[in-house]
């Protein structure tokens, strides 16, 4: 037995509905937080699926991930799928908003509040989601959903979404449930670590923000895109530590006198380090170009 659901729309007012229990605090995420294989590879099949139809890959949101994950562990373990709410909807057994996503389309805000409730993500995002009673494999999953006119939809941004690019997206997969949610806001927090590994998946930061190895120009001139600057060496290369596991591929330490400076990328010319900089997310919009 399977079950799916997806969120759709109506060109109506939509009327909130006023949630018991109050405002709850958003959660902090561990450094530590990964995806599992099962979820990496329901990701990639997804991306797979929309470089078919000419469509970009969505990145990884650490965000959406993890509201993800919440939710399928809330499902398999508090059942909150039952009686007239359906698999959007949250139990009341953890810190969270209880909400039931039921018949009454009008009460959306139970699924598309839930990222802003629970994290630092900045905008609404919308859940499709499958139940089976045996283990979720994400091929079937996702065979599953391109056969739902409204969530293929969703999936390759056409119907009601056609002109919402998703610019983030997080997955969540647990026995027989598996969730994917997608965001029109970009994470500040993107790509997430592959549990087991060292790797980071889903950051799609364009290649010029990590840096490069390139020659410098026949002056010798090199342009550093520099993040922060400390005052001693020991915490200028925790920082470079940190960013490397963010997946930037060359951040490291200038001295300038008692400055500690760092870079996350150098670049021959004034024009490329330029470029990165324009490419850099919004939480890394204080970084500037040192010539040196």
Request: charge should be neutral.
């Amino acid at each position: 037995m399977r079950k799916i659901f997806h969120f759709f729309t109506l060109t109506l007012l939509v009327v909130l509905l006023v949630l018991p229990g109050g405002v709850k605090a958003q959660h902090e995420i561990s450094d530590d937080f990964c995806i599992n294989q099962e979820e990496l590879n329901l990701y990639n099949l997804v991306n797979s699926y929309r470089k078919q139809n000419g469509l970009a890959d969505i990145p990884l949101s650490k965000n959406l991930c993890y509201v993800a994950k919440l939710h399928v562990n809330d499902l398999h373990y508090n059942r909150p799928d039952t009686a007239n709410c359906n698999l959007h909807s949250w139990s009341d057994k953890g810190d969270w908003l209880e909400c039931c996503y039921g018949p009454d389309i009008f009460n959306n805000s139970c699924m598309t509040s839930k990222p802003k409730e629970l994290t630092a993500y900045p905008g609404k995002a919308y859940e499709i989601a499958f139940w089976e009673s045996v283990d979720a494999s994400p091929a079937i999953v996702l065979d599953l959903w391109k056969s739902s006119s409204a969530s293929n939809e969703m999936i390759l941004n056409k119907g009601i979404w056609k002109d919402t690019p998703w610019k983030a997206c997080g997955v969540g997969v647990l026995k027989g449930y598996a969730v994917l949610w997608f965001g029109p806001e970009a994470d500040a927090d993107e790509g997430v670590k592959i549990c087991n590994t060292d790797e980071i998946a889903g950051k799609l930061q364009k290649k010029v923000l990590e840096g490069t190895d390139e020659a410098s120009t026949s002056s010798g001139v090199k342009y550093y895109l520099v993040i922060s600057s400390w005052k001693d060496m020991a915490s200028a290369k925790a920082e470079v530590k940190r960013f490397k596991s963010k997946g930037f591929r060359n951040p490291s330490v200038l001295q300038s006198g008692d400055n500690f400076r760092v870079s996350l990328g150098n670049y021959p010319t004034k024009e490329k380090a330029t470029n990165a900089k324009a490419s850099l997310n919004e939480k890394y919009k204080d970084a500037w170009i040192l010539k040196q």
